[in-house]
């Protein structure tokens, strides 16, 4: 049987060419679409993650901060070598503060300061030191935190120690960083970090005296004690750095050409622990 196949043709070779064309068009915009919307999820995968982990870190050290001088001085002793903030730098700060909220136990070195001589009340241990610091995850920046305080010594001796947390960021030329929490072991020089936030890109301190006056960061030696002792006011900046430069966004305000492109969030709190310029009173009876 044959098929009448008068007045039927095929495609041209134009009318081939025209819709593979037209196929491919719309392939290309398709794809185009496609690649964008990714992107726009990716970079809000990302920015989600960098306020999540900035904000964690930045909330722990403000709780912390927040507590500078909590027990410090329950009896208003001036010759407690004690400080509510043992050390303030540009980028650290070290606080000490009755953190645990606890009364004394066997296991707790309280116990044995308390019961030493040394001083009537002691509240807060030589384990309640924090110390925020900026660091290389994998151990490679090369500066120093160096501060001065009574951490060694049980009972306690009431004499400064120097205490010195190495590996840190000093300068903060090559971040990220990671936020790490510093604590002071009990009855040691020696201290423990634990990891904070990851990607951040600076932590800025600003130290203000009552009269609201700027004051110059007194670090951490025991002569600069007096200037600690004016604090009054901190206001505290963190900022994270997204892990994924964004070629098409460059920050205005950044000039580091490895940062430039690198979306950032920024945290900034202005905050007045209430316990800096407190001290108590002696026991009835002591």
Not at 28 to 54: D, F, N
């Given at each position: ?105 066997a296991t707790d070195p309280e116990e044995s300061l308390a019961l030493g001589g ?169």
């Open positions: 049987m044959r098929r009448d196949t008068a007045g039927q043709r095929g495609l041209t070779i134009v009318e081939i060419l025209v819709a593979t064309a037209l196929f491919a068009l719309v392939s290309v915009l398709a794809l185009v679409q496609y690649q964008a919307t990714r992107r726009a999820l990716a970079a809000g995968q990302y920015l989600a993650e960098l306020q999540q982990t900035t904000r964690r870190g930045f909330d722990l050290l403000t709780r912390d901060l927040y507590l500078a001088g909590l027990g410090v001085d329950p009896d208003g002793d001036p010759s407690r070598p004690d400080e509510a903030i043992e050390g303030a730098f540009a980028g650290a700060v070290v606080l000490r503060a009755d953190l645990d909220a606890q009364t004394a136990k040394a001083f009537d009340n002691v509240t807060t241990g030589n384990d309640e030191i924090v110390a925020y610091v900026l660091a290389k995850p994998d151990g490679t920046s090369t500066g120093s935190l160096v501060f001065e305080a009574d951490v060694a010594g049980v009972p306690r001796d009431g004499l400064v120690e120097r205490v010195s947390i190495e590996s840190v960021a000093a300068v903060g030329d090559d971040p990220p960083y990671t936020l790490y929490r510093v604590v002071v072991r009990p009855d040691s020089t020696n201290t423990l970090r634990s990891p904070v936030a990851d990607g951040i890109r600076a932590l800025r301190l600003t130290y203000f005296d009552a009269a609201g006056n700027e004051m110059t960061p007194p670090g951490g030696a025991e002569d600069a004690r007096r200037s600690r002792a004016e604090i009054r006011r901190i206001r505290i900046e963190l900022e994270g750095l997204a892990p994924e430069p964004d070629p098409r966004w460059s920050d205005p305000e950044d000039s580091d050409p490895d940062t430039r492109h690198h979306r950032k969030f920024r945290i900034v709190a202005q905050l007045s622990p209430p316990n800096l310029d407190l001290g108590g009173r002696p026991d009835i009876g002591r």
